[in-house]
C-alpha cells in the first residue's frame, strides 16, 4: 500500500491553530524525530533529548547555528506510547508567525518533511493506534460546535460504534471460516457450521444494522444541526425571536476572548442541539395578498428545513383569523411531513384575555402554537422546549451508537444488502460456496467501516479532509 | 502592591491562538492549579495527578461527571520550575472550539477564573523568573516578524540589555551607600566613597547610557521596519517593483500553510530586516506639469520615510533628461536629510549603450542612481543591496545591546540627566548629601527598565498589550 512506504519519513507540522498567539506547539512524529530534534535543542539542565525518558517536558533553545531562535519546552514521546504510535517530539514555542515557521523551516533543513493533511491521525491508524471510524471521529471532534456533535465525535473516537462493527464481524468471519471449510470436504456433505447459530448471528447483526442504519437520521441532524425555517413577514419579529432565543447561549461563548461568533450565524444552540435557522426574510415583501405567501422561493427554502416555525403578529392575528387560519393551512398542505409551529408574537400588545382568543384559532392536525413576545421574553423558553422536544434526544441520552458520518451509513447499507441476500441464501437452502460468497461481501463492508479494509483512495479522501497537524 | 495580592488564585486560559486546529492548549496557574486538574482529570495509568513529579506528560480524559469533554495531554510543571513560578498545568486538547470552551468553563467551575492579558508574564515577574525588561521582550518576540526584530527581542529576553543596566545600577548603588555612610559622620568630615573611583564609574555609565540611547534610533527601525517611500507616475511600475522585491521572500512563506499574507502587505523583509514601503500611488495622476510632483500629500508621506526611491522610467529620463534633474533636485531641497535613490526603471525597453547615458544625468549629493527592470528582474538585486546597506546593521551583526523600547528610551534618558547632574556636582565639589539626591533619583529611573522600581499603573499599561494566555 502506498501509504505504507510513505512512513519511512518523520513529518513535522504546526499543530496549534496559524496566527499569532501566547505560544504555538510544533510537531514531529517519525523514526528520525528525536533525532532531528536532539540535533536542534540545546537542554538548559545539559543533558541531550535522545537520552531523556519517554512523556517528558524540557526547557531549553533552539539553535541554528550560534543564533537562538527560541526558548521551548520540548515533550518527548517514546514510540509506541505517543498519538502516531512513532517517535514524537512536541516543541512549544512562543507564537510568532515569523518563530513558528524558523521552527518548522529548521526541521525541514534538518531531514524531516512537511506533514500532508491528517497526516498524523493516518500513521496513528496504519500503526494500530485506532481504527479507521475512530480516526475519521478525530476529524468531527475538532469540527464539533454543539454539545450533541461533540458527544457524537467523542463516542464514535473512543471506538463505541466500531468495537459493535468489529465483534459482529469477528463472529461472522468466524462462520465464513466454517462454511469455507465445509467446501474442501464438499464430497462428504459435512456441515462444520450449525445452522441454528448462524441463523441467530444473521438474526443479531440485521436487527443491529438495521438499528444504526435508523440511527443515522438522527445523528447526520445532531452532528450538522437541525434545519428551521422561520416564515414570516419582515416586520413581525423574526430578529428579535432570534435574538431572544440567542442570548442566553451566547452569554456562555462571550467571556472568552477570540472566540469567533461570525461561525454560528444564525445556528442557534438549544440545550445542547444546534437549530439552523434558515433565513426566510425580505422574500415576503411584495406579498399584498395572502397569495404572496406562495413565493416559490420561500418554499424552496422550507423544503431543507425539518422544523417550520410560522412566525405572525397577536394583532395581524386577531385582525383578521380566518385569513391567517387559511395561510396556515397552505403551508401545512404543501408540506404535509414537516413539523409546523405557528408563533404568536408580540402579546404583548395585547390584553390578557386576548391571548385565549388567539389560542383558539383552528389548527391544522399535528401543528403546534405558542403565543411569545420576543421583546419580553415571555414564551419563548416554551419555544426552546417545544423544539428540543421534537429532536429524538432519546438515543443520544441512552448512550446508544448513531451513525453520523455518510460513508459508515454507505457501507451499511451495503452490508445489510449482502446480509439480506445471506437471510435469502438460508431461507432457500443456498450452497455453502454461493452462501460464502454473499459473507465475504458482507464482512468486507464491515471492515470498510474499521478500516480492516482499505484502499489509498479511500484514505487519500478521508485525510484530505483534515487539517495540517491533526 | 495590588498586582501582588492577586497572585493569591489560579488562573486559566487559552494559550494558543483563537480558532479550531488540531490542537489547543488551556493553561492554568497558581496555587490550586494542579489540585483543579486533578478533580477534573482521569489518567488512562489510573494515577492522579497530583501524584507525579514535575514536567510529566499524562494521557487521560477531561470528564464532567461521567461525561467525556476530551481526551487530552496533561503536562504538569511543580512551582518554581514553570513558566510563572507557580504550580503550572497544561492541558493539549482536540482544537475545537467547543472543547476549549468546556475545558475553560469546567476550570473555571473547579476554582480559577480568567486570566488578564499578560497575566502569566506578569506572575513570572513578580515571582522573580524574569525582570520587566525580560517581560516586556516576550510580547515583543511574540509580535516579530522579521529575523532583526526577532534577534532584538531574544536578545533583550534573555537578559542583555537588562543585566548590563543591572551591573550598573548594582555599582552606582554601592557608591550611593558608600556616600550615604559619609552623611552620617558628616561632623568628622571622612570620606568612605574613593573619589577617582566614582569618577570613573560615573564616566563608564555616562558612556553605556548614550550608547544605549544612540542605539533606540537603529533599535526603533530593526524593531518596526524601515520606512521607504516610492515616488513616481502610476505606470512607472512601482507595482512591478514591489512585486520583484516581494517574490523571493515570500516563497520562503508560502510552503506553511495558514501564514497570513496580508499583514506584511507592503512590508518586505529584505536580508532580515523589514522594510515599510509606503505608497505613494496615484498621487501624480493629476500632474501634467513637472510642478505636479510638489502635491503636498506626496510630501507628507515622504516626511515619515527614511529612505526615498523616486522611480522613474528609462525612455521617459531620456526623452527630457533636465525634467528629470529638475525634479530629482526638487525631491533633495525639499529632503536634504532622508536618504534619496533615483530607480530608473524599464532599462529593458532601451539599448543596452543608452544605459550609460541613463546614468549620466547630473544627480543631487549623496543621492545614488540605480538601473532597473522590475520585468526582468535585472538591478532588483543591486537595489536590495542599496536598501540593507542603508541600515546600520553592524550593530546587530555584534551581539552590541540595542534598545527597542520607548519606556526604556525614556528611563535611559532621565538616568542620563542624572547622571550629567551627578558629574556637574563631582565637577563643582557639591556637598555629599545633595549629590545622594541625584545618584537616587539615577538609580530609580534604572530600576524603572527592570521592574526593581514599579507601581500598578506601569505594570497595568505593560501588561494590558500582552495576548490572553500570555
Redesign the interface.
Known amino acids: 500500500m502506498y501509504f505504507c512506504t510513505m512512513i519511512q519519513d518523520t513529518i513535522v ?13 510544533i ?1 514531529l512524529s517519525g523514526s528520525d524525530a528525536i533525532a532531528i530534534a536532539t540535533a536542534m535543542f540545546n537542554a538548559v539542565s545539559g543533558k541531550k533529548l535522545n537520552h531523556q525518558a519517554t ?4 526547557l531549553g533553545h533552539i539553535k541554528e547555528g550560534t ?5 521551548v519546552l520540548a ?1 518527548i ?1 517514546k514510540n509506541p506510547k505517543s498519538y502516531t504510535g512513532e517517535d514524537v517530539v512536541e516543541f ?1 514555542c ?9 521552527i ?2 529548521l526541521c525541514l533543513k534538518k531531514g524531516a518533511r ?1 506533514a500532508n493533511p491528517g497526516e ?1 491521525t493516518l500513521r496513528a491508524f496504519i500503526n494500530g493506534k485506532m481504527d479507521l471510524s475512530q480516526a475519521e471521529a ?1 476529524a468531527d ?7 450533541a ?3 457524537l465525535a ?1 463516542q464514535q ?2 471506538g463505541g460504534f466500531s468495537s459493535e462493527i468489529k465483534k459482529l464481524r469477528e463472529e461472522l468471519l468466524n462462520f465464513a471460516s466454517l462454511i469455507e471449510l465445509e467446501l474442501d470436504f464438499a464430497e462428504e456433505d459435512v456441515a462444520f457450521a450449525n445452522r441454528d447459530e448462524f441463523q441467530k448471528l444473521i438474526t443479531r447483526i440485521t436487527q443491529v444494522l438495521k438499528r444504526l442504519i435508523d440511527s443515522f437520521a438522527t445523528g447526520n441532524v445532531l452532528k450538522n444541526g437541525i434545519p428551521v425555517a422561520i416564515v414570516g413577514e419582515p416586520n413581525v419579529g423574526k430578529s428579535t425571536l432570534l435574538n431572544a432565543l440567542l442570548n442566553e447561549e451566547r452569554a ?2 462571550s ?6 461568533r461570525d ?1 454560528i450565524e444564525d445556528e442557534l444552540n438549544i440545550g445542547g442541539i444546534a437549530f439552523r435557522f434558515i433565513d426566510t426574510a425580505g422574500i415576503r415583501d411584495t406579498s399584498d395578498t395572502i397569495e404572496g405567501l406562495g413565493i416559490k422561493k420561500t418554499f424552496e427554502k422550507m423544503e431543507q428545513a425539518q422544523v417550520v416555525l410560522f412566525l405572525i403578529a397577536a394583532t395581524q392575528l386577531l385582525q383578521d383569523k380566518t385569513a391567517t387560519q387559511i395561510e396556515i393551512e397552505k403551508i401545512k398542505n404543501k408540506h404535509p411531513q414537516k413539523t409546523l409551529v405557528m408563533v404568536v408574537n408580540k402579546i404583548d400588545q395585547i390584553q390578557t384575555k386576548q391571548i385565549s382568543e388567539v389560542k383558539n384559532i383552528h389548527l391544522p392536525q399535528k401543528t403546534v402554537l405558542i403565543p411569545i413576545s420576543a421583546k419580553t421574553g415571555e414564551g419563548v423558553e416554551t419555544l426552546k422546549t417545544t423544539l428540543l422536544d421534537f429532536v429524538n434526544t432519546g438515543a443520544l441520552r441512552n448512550n446508544d451508537t448513531i451513525v453520523t458520518n455518510s460513508r459508515h451509513y454507505d457501507a451499511l447499507l451495503k452490508a445489510l444488502e449482502e446480509i439480506v441476500r445471506v437471510q435469502e441464501g438460508i431461507d432457500n437452502n443456498l450452497s455453502s460456496d454461493l452462501m460464502a460468497i454473499d459473507i465475504r461481501q458482507a464482512l468486507y463492508h464491515f471492515g470498510e467501516i474499521t478500516g480492516q479494509v482499505t484502499n489509498d483512495e479511500l484514505l487519500g479522501n478521508i485525510f484530505a479532509n483534515f ?4
Open positions: 507540522a504546526l499543530a496549534t491553530p496559524a496566527g499569532a498567539g501566547a505560544i504555538a506547539v510537531r512523556h517528558t517536558v524540557h543564533r537562538v531562535v527560541d526558548e515533550t514521546f512549544s512562543h507564537g510568532s508567525n515569523y518563530i513558528q515557521q524558523e518548522i523551516q512537511m498524523f478525530v471532534l475538532i469540527a464539533s460546535d454543539s454539545q456533535s461533540h458527544q467523542i473516537m473512543r456562555i461563548v467571556d472568552i476572548a477570540g472566540t469567533t461561525t487539517c495540517i497537524g491533526k
